[in-house]
């Protein structure tokens, strides 16, 4: 029998390395598996390397990763939102090391990790110094930037409702990176708020097939209080 | 990033005596009133995501939001917060009959595709020959791109919603941008507090100015130089 579903979150997090490539869901707090991170910083791996959307919201969650000195390098598209205190005061003492790509880039060397296409051309970025050094090509009188693929040691996802096979859905703008961020890693972690029966979700509404989900964690906090 | 719709009381004085220049609001429904029925439009940060609260409900506008919302509607009222829909500012906002939520590859599939008739962006500076600048000042500025580049090269149209000037009165319409660029040669429209301007072969072509701001009056703050709409 499969059952994806864990009882605690040590077990969620065992096996985590340090030096991990760590993807975590979010466009500012929404989506972003607070619980989840929580338990990292209790796991303790160090050196991480965060890709995010963005750099954190006042003191919790990807903020407090931060904080406590877990992250070597963040990848985001951007840093400068609502009350990035945490990741300012570090960016600025240059105690944490940024790479800013754009989103719709990001989202796509994500996904082209987890459906196995090792690179890409894209049109974005061309004629700016986000695509200098990078290999451009014209297709059709048009230049492009190769963009490679970008996969995780480890996802950190927050879900509405998941089953025991790691079936997952999503609230609303929460949805965001999670289902991108789920199919591109090698371990990929859901925090959800309901558990739910087998065969209990609608088979035309699931936007991440458990196949993509190795541990799911019941974590039912209610609403988020900031965004 | 300055505080949504409401008027910053640094803002450099009106150019001319007797000017009323636009609000954050205004110039977020000066852009609203242009946007032809029927389009799906994608708003960004700053005074664009103000846009949603100016298309009235019986017009079908399709607003797209990088964060994976198709059919944005206004801000909610006080008792309808879904604290799970924000917009690219990260403020509550709701969602019309008819709209849908995708993930971020398709968010911005939607976006490269070609799909968006409109994007409607904010800027530092915008040149005449429609280059523009919004996500970097400098290298220890903290550059924040966001899905800036992947609008701008991929919605038929761009429009720029800003301030003509900045806080200390500098114009940000030039003739070539001195900021490091979201895309070369990709705007079109742009609505400031003082005036809407296409970008054209020309340069920057004024269509309205805000009330009592004569042309003249409005070149004096534009370094750009200025031309009458055919």
């Known amino acids: ?227 | 990033m300055e505080a949504d719709g409401k008027t910053d009381p640094r803002a450099a004085r009106p150019p001319q005596s007797g000017c009323r220049p636009w609000t954050r609001d205004q110039i977020a429904a000066n852009a609203a009133r242009d946007i032809p029925e029927g389009s799906y439009v994608n708003i960004g940060i700053g005074i664009p995501v103000l846009v949603a609260n100016h298309v009235p409900a019986e017009r079908e506008v399709i607003i797209h939001s990088e964060n994976g919302i198709l059919g944005m509607g206004p801000e909610p009222g006080p008792n309808e917060i879904n604290r799970w829909l924000i917009n690219a500012s990260k403020k509550y906002v709701t969602l019309r009959p008819g709209g849908a939520y995708m993930h971020h590859a398709d968010s911005f599939a939607i976006i490269r595709g070609g799909h968006l008739d409109l994007c409607i962006l904010g800027a530092f500076q915008l040149a005449e020959n429609g280059d523009f600048a919004n996500w970097s000042m400098s290298p220890t500025d903290m550059p924040s791109v966001g899905g800036a580049m992947d609008l701008a090269v991929g919605a038929k149209q761009v429009w720029v919603l800003m301030d003509h000037t900045t806080k200390s009165g500098e114009s940000k319409l030039v003739r070539r941008c001195t900021y490091p660029l979201t895309a070369p040669g990709a705007v079109t429209r742009v609505y400031t507090n003082l005036a809407v301007l296409d970008v054209t072969a020309k340069g920057f072509a004024v269509r309205e100015t805000a009330p009592g701001l004569a042309f003249e009056a409005l070149q004096k703050v534009t370094d750009a130089p200025l031309h009458r709409a055919a």
């Not at chain 1, 004629?127 to 490679?148: D, I």
């Not at chain 1, 371990?187 to 458990?210: C, F, N, R, S, Y």
């Open chain 1, 1 to 227: 029998m499969i059952n994806k579903i864990v009882q605690n979150m040590a077990e969620a997090m065992a096996g985590i390395r340090d030096d991990s490539l760590v993807l975590i869901g979010g466009f500012g707090s929404i989506g972003q598996p607070n619980a989840l991170i929580e338990g990292l910083i209790e796991q303790g791996a160090k050196d991480l390397t965060v890709v995010a959307n963005n750099a954190g919201v006042g003191h919790n969650g990807l903020a407090r990763l931060m904080e406590v000195g877990r992250v070597r390098k963040i990848i985001c598209s951007y840093p400068r939102t609502s009350d990035p205190v945490v990741f300012e005061e570090l960016y600025r003492a240059g105690r944490i090391e940024l790479e800013v790509m754009p989103q719709g880039t990001m989202a796509e060397r994500m996904r082209a990790a987890g459906a196995g296409i090792p690179a890409f051309y894209t049109p974005t970025s061309v004629g700016t110094l986000l695509a200098e050094g990078k290999e451009l090509r014209e297709f059709s009188g048009r230049q492009y930037v190769l963009e490679t693929a970008l996969a995780g040691d480890v996802a950190l996802i927050e879900a509405w409702e998941a089953d025991r096979w790691g079936n997952l859905t999503y609230r609303s703008s929460a949805r965001n990176f999670n289902p991108v961020m789920a199919m591109a890693a090698k371990l990929t972690i859901a925090q959800a708020q309901h558990i739910v029966d087998l065969g209990a979700l609608d088979p035309e509404k699931v936007p991440t097939p458990g196949i993509f989900v190795q541990r799911v964690v019941h974590v039912p906090y209610g609403e988020p209080t900031v965004t």
